[in-house]
């Protein structure tokens, strides 16, 4: 335990989820000081984080997963679960991170939100002691909602937490959690997996293909995967891929990062359509065809009356648009 201290303090890794929020709450009952840990997602995981962490009267301490989560996610170690979700290698990687937090705190353990039996990748029992024995911390990882359906950890040995006032919660009901909320008032909260874009398909499609031709590093690369859930995504060329705002909010968010991903923006000067950004070696030859989808989307002039806006680190001007790129073309581009 930490010697400035007679209270023992645990870091608890908060998704934003119930159980995780459930898990910090049951801990802090027993007397211990928590402090919550947010893994931010590169990919802006939709999250109830901050509003559970106050509900509960947790200190949240919030890190970036970075650019070694995204390298991590291209390619996992030890695969992937029914989409583009690593859950194996997250996990390990979020202990370790996680463990380098604990230590920055002086805290002495950590806890986690994960239920044995819950998820089919990372929540069995196998697959959890790979994941201790990974991260390099065999009994280090309390689980308080199934912690009795495991050996004692070195929290419970050392008497930092009570065993008996632990749980013994197993498989993928939710009746338990639900009680337990109510009981405690907590409201918002994610369904369990909910707000990981890495467990939906549609989200994977996408971060599989940009994957194929991601050509940047740094903070376009960070900020190219946070924009990957916003607007249509189309496959324009081999090398070439196009973001269009489907509304006013991701009009705005493309507009305001497209020089930070290093892209170029695209935007309708004189009619009512989407804003764009394209990634990727992007020809001027092309500049056509994106402009033409822009028309699709939006409500052009007659022909040859439309003029587009377009924006690079290098470049700048407006050109004429000849044409609309036809609703079936635009259909087998959307990925
Ligand atoms: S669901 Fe997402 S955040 Fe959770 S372990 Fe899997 S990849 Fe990581």
């Known amino acids: 335990m930490n010697q400035e201290s007679k209270t023992p303090k645990a870091i608890a890794l908060m998704s934003g989820g119930l159980d995780s929020t ?38 949240l301490i919030i ?11 291209k390619n996992p170690r030890f695969g992937y679960g029914r989409n583009m979700n690593p859950c194996i290698d997250c996990r390990v990687f979020m202990f370790e991170l996680a463990e380098i937090v604990r230590e920055e705190e002086g805290a002495d353990f950590i806890i986690t939100g994960e239920v044995l ?66 009981a405690y008032g907590i409201q918002n909260f994610e369904p369990p997996g909910g707000g990981c874009l890495l467990t939906e398909s549609s989200f994977s499609g996408r971060l599989r293909d940009y994957f194929d031709v991601e050509n940047v590093s740094g903070e376009a690369r960070l900020v190219r995967s946070s924009l990957l859930r916003h607007g249509r995504y189309l496959r ?58 822009l028309a699709r989307y939006g409500k052009p002039h007659p022909v040859e009356q439309n003029t587009i806006e377009y924006q690079s680190s290098s470049s700048k001007g407006t050109f004429v648009l000849h044409t609309v790129v036809p609703e079936e073309t635009i259909k087998e581009m959307i990925v």
Not at 25 to 43: N, T
Not at 63 to 73: H, Q, T
Not at 123 to 134: C, L, N, P, W, Y
């Open 22 to 59: 459930l898990a910090a709450k049951l801990i802090q009952d027993q007397g211990v000081e928590v402090i919550g840990l947010h893994l931010a997602s590169p990919f802006g995981c939709l999250t109830d984080v901050k509003t559970n962490a106050a509900a509960i009267g947790v200190p």
């Open 63 to 73: 890190k970036e997963k970075g650019e070694a989560y995204l390298d991590l996610v």
């Open 117 to 182: 039996g819950q998820r089919p990748m990372s929540q069995q029992r196998r697959a959890m002691v790979k994941i201790d024995k990974e991260a390099d911390m065999r009994g280090e990882i309390l689980r308080p909602l199934s912690a009795k359906l495991f050996e004692p950890t070195v929290a419970e040995e050392k008497g930092w937490v009570k065993r008996e006032q632990l749980l013994a919660l197993n498989g993928r009901g939710r009746k338990a959690q639900l009680e337990l909320a109510e």
């Open 236 to 293: 324009v060329a081999d090398k070439v891929r196009l973001l269009v705002g489907r509304h006013e909010q991701e009009n705005n968010v493309l507009n305001q990062q497209w020089r930070r991903a290093e892209a170029v923006h695209f935007k309708p000067e004189n009619f009512q359509g989407p804003e764009a950004i394209a990634f990727g070696p992007v020809p001027d030859e092309m500049f056509q065809m994106i402009g033409g989808i």
